[in-house]
């Protein structure tokens, strides 16, 4: 039985001591179990690093060539992240509080606030440079975030050093689309402002990030915007899924994968067709239109949801589109006239002088072999690569290999 040996009170929160063992009780923030005994791993993890909690978090910050090489490898981040957080701090602003990025090591990139506030941060080293991981300043938002890698708060009394006592700290791990932690958005405060909905707001604001970056790092692949509800879709809690042109599933956000229940790692060994029961070609057919509705889908756990397919790559029309940019140049003239001459772009002088003199004469008359001859040209092209030509077609391996297992049979 836990026995308390003393006890102290700040803003809602009780604190029972039993030898080492501090146990938060935070039932006027409403936060349960779960946060309580996050809070209570990280101090024991601070103790077993040998941090005393009266004892002076390290204060010292990395030199300035160390932070601008922090910066300079995290430089794609600070340009994803910098707009979401003045939005985030124009939802904050007057609540003597700052806004603060950090890398996956804890180490803060960026930071903007209230101007009373930030004097009073830096004197607990909350400014750009410093390491807010828990081995630098025991049990916070930021460095129990990384470690956990989910939503964080950290109020007041329940930060490890008590020099840190003073603050309230919400931070989200902003994660990549394969589930890799980039850095962390936190907003810290004074304990005494601490507001229910700064979380929420925390929240939103990494999945905005990591929605952008998704956007950004796969802009080629196609991208299937999904949720349970169909008026959902295009908002903050849609799931976004990115796929190859060959259906392999290859990343997604933190919605999609909350909202099918599965790590991103599982995800990935999916492809639309196992997810969904869905191709890719299907998904360019209904969506080659900006007014296609969504598509209702099933997964096979029996989960509905509504997906809408976004894809930047060329969508051919016809057959001629594809050949005209795939085939190599000096062969387009043959195919060109057995598919059609107005659908192809006219060569160069300099391209129909290396085309072979008898190409007209050997060019395919039938669809059959006009597809054939696409196939072959993509395939050599591609040195072989059967993946990149099903690509380059846009169409699937399947219909290749067994176009060329027809055209082994026949010769």
Request: net charge positive; aromatic share 4%.
């Amino acid at each position: 039985m836990v026995t308390p040996s003393s006890a102290r009170s700040g803003r809602g929160n009780t604190w029972r001591r039993h030898d080492d063992a501090v146990r938060p009780i935070a039932a006027a923030l409403k936060l349960g179990p779960d946060h309580e005994e996050a809070i209570n791993r990280s101090h024991a993890r601070c103790a077993a690093l040998g941090l005393s909690r009266i004892g002076r978090p390290d204060l010292g910050p990395i030199g300035r060539a160390d932070l601008e090489v922090a910066r300079s490898r995290t430089l794609r981040l600070h340009q994803h992240a910098v707009p979401v957080m003045e939005m985030l701090f124009d939802q904050i602003v007057n609540t003597h509080s700052m806004v603060v990025l950090t890398d996956a090591a804890g180490t803060i990139l960026h930071a903007m606030g209230d101007d009373d506030f930030l004097a009073r941060a830096s004197k607990v080293a909350l400014q750009p440079g410093a390491i807010w991981s828990e081995a630098h300043k025991g049990t916070n938002a930021v460095g129990t975030a990384l470690i956990a890698e989910v939503p964080t708060l950290v109020h007041a009394d329940e930060h490890f050093f008590h020099a840190n006592h003073f603050l309230t700290c919400s931070a989200a791990p902003i994660l990549d689309p394969r589930g890799n932690i980039l850095g962390v958005l936190d907003v810290s405060g004074d304990q005494r402002s601490y507001h229910q909905h700064t979380m929420a707001l925390v929240k939103m604001s990494a999945r905005m990030i990591e929605n952008h970056w998704l956007t950004d790092d796969l802009r080629n692949v196609m991208r299937l915007h999904f949720h349970g509800r169909v008026d959902f879709i295009g908002t903050l809690m849609e799931g976004i899924i990115a796929a190859r042109p060959d259906g392999r599933i290859v990343g997604a956000n933190r919605s999609a994968l909350e909202q099918l229940g599965m790590s991103g790692a599982t995800l990935r060994m999916h492809s639309l067709e196992t997810l969904f029961g869905t191709s890719v070609g299907t998904l360019v057919d209904r969506f080659r239109s900006p007014l296609a509705t969504p598509l209702p889908v099933r997964t096979p756990a029996g989960s509905h949801f509504h997906l809408h397919a976004r894809f930047d790559w060329p969508v051919w029309s016809s057959l001629a589109e594809a050949v005209a940019a795939q085939v190599p140049e000096a062969a387009r003239p043959a195919v060109a006239l057995a598919v059609a001459p107005a659908a192809l772009p006219k060569p160069s002088s300099e391209s129909a002088a290396r085309a072979p003199l008898n190409a007209q004469a050997a060019a395919p008359q039938t669809l059959g072999a006009i597809t054939l001859d696409a196939i072959t040209h993509a395939v050599e092209a591609a040195h072989g690569n059967i993946s990149q030509a099903s690509r380059a077609l846009g169409i699937s391996r399947n219909t290749i290999y067994r176009k060329l297992r027809a055209m082994q049979r026949a010769s």
